[in-house]
């Protein structure tokens, strides 16, 4: 008898989605009354705080030429 491991490729959805989904569960549950703008907040706030990252950084080498 030989065994035999069966391989899955799926998607690792990670902690940004996990709590995205979680957030639209609520909402659509009534349990938070938040905008969706907040609910989906988990997935443009990383791009923000990214944007801020490298405005930080470009004003910084301008400043320090």
């Known amino acids: 008898m030989t065994n035999k491991t069966i391989k899955i490729k799926g998607t690792n959805m990670g902690f940004l989605g996990f709590l995205t989904l ?14 969706w703008a907040w609910v989906l ?8 705080f990214a944007g801020f990252i490298i405005l930080f950084v470009l004003i910084c080498a301008i400043i320090g030429k």
């Open 22 to 35: 979680l957030f639209i569960g609520l909402k659509l549950g009534h349990v938070i009354a938040w905008s």
């Open 41 to 48: 907040s988990p997935i443009w706030a990383p791009l923000v």
